[in-house]
Nanobody
Framework: QVQLVESGGGLVQAGGSLRLSCAPS????????MGWFRQAPGKEREFVAA????????YYGNSVKGRFTISRDDAKNTVYLQMNSLKPEDTAVYYC?????????????????WGQGTQVTVSS
């Protein structure tokens, strides 16, 4: 019974920042890689960022490199996505996910547990 709950989404002006949190509940998943994906209306689910179980390795999608930072706090079983320099193109529902792998992955198939998503809207 692994459940993921995202928080921190909202409306922000272009150039602003948001910090998303993902708090797993149930069985601990701190030993697995975690990832963030997003999906905008009419588009496929897009890889955003991932982090290894240890937090030592991170991986980012090209569209967010240099702007977003993923981190995790295993003591709290929480994963964060710091989003800076937000653009209207970042508008989407953001999902956190837990992987069966230890290392970061960028494919949806690598993840077995998903949160409900949190809306991020970036205005011009």
């Amino acid at each position: 019974q692994v459940q993921l709950v995202e928080s921190g989404g909202g409306l922000v002006q272009a150039g602003g920042s948001l910090r998303l949190s993902c708090a797993p509940s149930g069985r601990t998943i701190s030993s697995y890689a975690m990832g963030w994906f997003r999906q905008a209306p009419g588009k496929e689910r897009e890889f955003v960022a991932a982090i290894s179980w240890s937090g030592d390795s991170t991986y980012y999608g090209n569209s967010v490199k240099g702007r977003f930072t993923i981190s995790r706090d295993d003591a709290k079983n929480t994963v964060y996505l710091q989003m800076n320099s937000l653009k209207p193109e970042d508008t989407a529902v953001y999902y956190c996910a837990a992987s069966v792998y230890l290392n970061p992955r960028d494919t949806v198939s690598a993840y077995v547990h998903w949160g409900q998503g949190t809306q991020v809207t970036v205005s011009s």
